[in-house]
């Protein structure tokens, strides 16, 4: 049954507090006036103790910020005590002081006022004590003052606890009222969420589904040959924006085995499983499968992704296979005596993944660094570590790409306490609009571990993408087709990925990170492949683009527009990116030896009716002396001007005119 209670931390005073706090009512020390000690003069000195606590304040690296009142250090004194006496930059009535302790607070051992005549006011003094927690944010009340409050003095006796202790702000208060931070977390649900544990949430890309393992469901395939089996389920969002109640995904994905998703590719006809096994579903081995939609929209059998040279020794691995489907991203073990790190590994021409390469020490620790997901920009990672310091076991943390060699990144980004805890945190994802982050956590939670969900802060999420999505079509009879989408570098030809259409309803769904000029294109058998671009150069925010892609079946008579050929205005020499659409044309061309076609090249009706028949007919004949060039034979081809005399849009707007302005082939022969 679902706990009622709100995660609260009741110190002392009865401070509340779960997230985020509002600080307005408090004014925070902006002066050191004195101190026993200080570690350094920049990192841990007793200045950091001013402004705004960052720990509870989500700011990264926050033990960091923190001044440390104490260290350990052997001292001849029986009782040792440090201090740091801070002053505030507005003298104001108090009647309560916050203390945000950073970790291993209960040190604390005498807390002074002192007012505009420096005279003193003890407010709070106690014996020092372990209270056995990393953090917490103090308050301390009394009745308001009648003086102005300019200075404030802590005492602590460091000693008492094994750990450091330190103090990451000071402040004072005219207000009672107890600071609240609140949850931001929030829970998915009983229609998600059980008594059971919800693990290795996986959103798709376009935030409607959600697919996760659940662990020790007696529904799970596997319960009666192993009570504590993993089974893949999923959920999806319904038309009121609510979800649906989770369903197991049933054979060929879950058997009597572990199962747990570790990648849904955008277009959710691929996913990639814990696990190997070979074509009959015989389980071989830890390492990665892939399972593969099938016309009936069915799982087909499972594939192995080969790695190369992959090892690893210990059973606690993860996975993550880019959208693209080029790299895998892995946390292992493949040293004697060492810990989980992140490496990479490359898909190569074969169809194998290559010998995993380490990502680099900017992100891998003397620790444990787990669960790496890289968002759809292709950039930025997402992991858990516990060698970064934070607020717990294993936090959340982010880090950016910075080149292609998968081992130069920006230095790792603590996500905060509105998504890390003082618990083990970790199998975070999020969809391609990068709003929302999905992970598990086990506060107030249905049963063990719940799936959550909470917004991010701009800068915490991954760059802008658009996701395209629409229907592949036949442009004869307007029924779908299950066809392979392919998506280029339009100035080079460069392939930067894939992705299938359903086969029943043609819907595809493709996601492009920004920066970039693509080609897509749909190939399906029996079908010329229609080409499309989208320049994404220029895109600083989340956008989706929906358009439908048209195959023209290979029949005579039938005309193929060219769309990814390129011209100077009113010229006719190709510009280079061409080549792509140019050579494409070659190969069906060779591989169909027996077409004839005529080029045909068109415009608007700007110009006059001669120039615009001698640009067209200049066009087509320059695509004609691209093939010839290639190797096609000239008898298979002919060429003809149309100028503006067949129009397929109007030409009384730009856009119109544009999609006028055309070189197509058609099939003579066949």
Not at 269 to 275: A, F, L, T, Y
Not at 331 to 349: C, R, W
Not at 359 to 367: A, E, F, R, S
Not at 576 to 603: A, M, Q, W, Y
Request: hydrophobic content about 35%; aromatic content about 12%; proline content about 5%.
């Amino acid at each position: 049954m679902k706990k009622l209670t709100t995660f609260l931390l009741l110190l002392f005073s009865g401070i509340a507090w779960s997230q985020k706090p509002d600080w307005e009512f408090v004014q925070w020390a902006c002066e050191v006036k004195e101190c026993s000690h200080q570690y350094s003069s920049e990192e841990y000195s007793p200045s950091k103790t001013l402004g705004l606590p960052d720990t509870f304040l989500l700011r990264p690296d926050a033990l960091k910020e923190a001044y440390l009142i104490g260290w350990n250090e052997k001292t001849d004194k029986e009782d040792p005590i440090a201090f740091v006496k801070v002053a505030f930059c507005s003298p104001q009535k108090a009647q309560k002081v916050v203390i945000a302790e950073s970790h291993t607070p209960g040190c604390i051992t005498r807390v002074t006022l002192f007012d505009e005549k420096n005279k003193e006011y003890e407010v709070y003094a106690g014996e020092a004590k372990n209270l056995n927690q990393l953090k917490r944010l103090w308050e301390i009340t009394f009745p308001l003052t009648s003086y102005l409050v300019t200075a404030i003095k802590i005492e602590a006796k460091p000693t008492v606890n094994v750990e450091w202790n330190a103090i990451d702000a000071i402040g004072i208060s005219e207000e009672s009222k107890p600071l609240v931070i609140p949850n931001h977390l929030e829970n998915l649900g009983f229609k998600i969420n059980t008594d059971y544990s919800e693990l290795k949430p996986k959103i798709s890309s376009d935030g409607k589904t959600l697919y996760f393992s659940r662990f020790a469901d007696p529904n799970n395939i596997g319960h009666n040959y192993q009570p504590e089996d993993q089974d893949i389920w999923f959920s999806e969002l319904d038309e009121h924006g609510n979800w649906t109640y989770a369903k197991n995904m049933g054979r060929p994905l879950n058997n009597e085995f572990p199962n747990w998703p570790i990648s849904i590719s955008p277009d959710e006809q691929s996913m990639v499983v814990s696990g190997k096994y070979d074509r009959y579903g015989t389980y071989l081995g830890g390492g990665l499968s892939s399972f593969i939609k099938i016309p009936s929209g069915a799982w087909g059998k499972p594939a192995e992704l080969t790695i190369r040279n992959y090892k690893t020794l210990t059973p606690a691995v993860d996975f993550f296979l880019s959208n693209n489907k080029n790299v895998i991203l892995l946390s292992i073990n493949p040293k004697t005596g060492s810990h989980n790190d992140i490496y990479f590994s490359i898909l190569l021409e074969d169809g194998t993944y290559s010998e995993p390469k380490s990502i680099g020490n900017v992100i891998n620790t003397p620790k444990n660094e787990f669960a790496p997901f890289l968002a759809s920009d292709n950039i930025t990672l997402y992991f858990s570590s516990n060698g970064h310091g934070g607020y717990g076991g294993n936090d959340i943390f982010m880090s950016r790409r910075l080149d292609d060699t998968w081992q130069n990144w920006s230095p790792p980004m603590n996500l905060g306490i509105e998504v890390n805890s003082s618990n083990f945190d970790s199998d975070f994802s999020i969809s391609a609009k990068g709003d929302y982050a999905y992970l598990v956590s086990n506060n107030d939670s249905y049963g063990k571990e719940d799936i959550v969900r909470v917004k991010l802060k701009d800068n915490l999420r991954p760059h802008p993408v658009s996701f395209i999505k629409g229907r592949v079509l036949n442009k004869k009879t307007n029924q779908p087709i299950g066809a392979e989408i392919i998506y280029e570098l339009l100035q080079s030809s460069r392939l930067e990925g894939t992705a299938n259409s359903d086969s029943k309803t043609g819907a595809y769904k493709v996601v492009l990170p920004y920066g970039k000029n693509y080609s897509y294109r749909a190939s399906a058998k029996g079908f010329y492949p229609i080409s499309e671009n989208l320049d994404l150069t220029e895109v600083s925010a989340y956008q989706e683009i929906e358009k439908d892609l048209y195959l023209v079946p290979i029949e005579k008579g039938e005309t193929f527009r060219l769309n990814n050929l390129f011209f100077d205005t009113a010229k006719y020499d190709l510009l280079p990116t061409s080549n792509g659409e140019l050579n494409r044309l070659v190969d069906f061309l060779k591989i169909n030896t027996k077409i004839k076609i005529e080029i045909s090249g068109h415009t608007d009706n700007v110009g006059t009716d001669e120039s615009n028949m001698t640009l067209s007919d200049n066009r087509a004949q320059a695509v004609v002396k691209y093939l010839v060039e290639k190797g096609i034979n000239s008898n298979r081809l002919s060429y003809k001007g149309y100028g503006e005399i067949k129009p397929e849009a109007t030409n009384e707007t730009e856009e119109g005119r544009q999609y006028n302005r055309r070189v197509s082939f058609t099939i003579l022969e066949n």
